[in-house]
């Protein structure tokens, strides 16, 4: 069952390059943000998986909550940011 | 239990791989917003649930619960502030060209069904928009003023200037 565990890691983790992709390719700021709460999500689901396949659920698993409080916080701050200063959002030539 | 549990990982993995090739694939920020927030919330819930059945109930049950509601909640509400802040970035709602080659959400529905039937524009409502412009001349200066306005004033609340 180990062995399952890591496969899926991994299946996940492929899924988590693809979602980088977007992130570097953009086009505009919020393309990539959208993209980076992707990888989060992602390597959220990696933690879980490892911590099952090496027997070490109680400490990854607190690690995995910490880092998804930690990733809520991104999206919401910049979201709000861009909301209250709508003119410094993407410059006008990443604009789609 | 077990073989739950793989069905419950795979499926799982496959709303990821879903919400992944979405990201890639979709021609705009809102089609990529909607895939992200729903398949990804879903798919990473399931696999968590996956983690839970394996373990059948032991004492790291209420942290991998806690962690699913968590999910549930929080990836819905950070992309929903995402896509509130670009709205108010005032960008069209159909962008022009991409580098997928679709033009826009219309032109993408068009390429995955050129046989949709789609209610062509009731010629005599045209006409009667048409005569209304004509009559109020003063009424589309305002809604000119309106699209034109300054966006540092402030959010878009919907409301045209009187």
Redesign the interface.
Known sequence: MEAFFIAMAFAVGLLLLIGLHRVWDGPTVFDRLVAVALVTANSLVILVLVSSALGRVDTVVDIAIAYALLAFVLPLALGKYYEIHPGEGPPEDERP | M?ALA?VL??V??FF??V???G??RFP??YT??HV?AKS??L??AA??LG?IV??RGD??TL??V??VA??LV??P???H??A???R????PVE??A??TGARGVGAWVETIDPDMDIEPTDPAEVAELAELAESEPEGLERLAEWADR???DG?DDGEVPQ
């Open positions: 077990t793989i990982m795979v799982g993995v990821l791989a919400s992944a090739f990201l890639i705009d920020f990529r917003a992200v990804e919330s798919g990473v696999v968590i983690v394996y373990h004492e790291h942290k991998l806690l962690l968590f999910a929080a990836n509400t950070a992309i502030a995402l509130r802040a670009h108010l970035q005032r960008v962008p022009d991409h580098e300054d966006p540092s959010p």
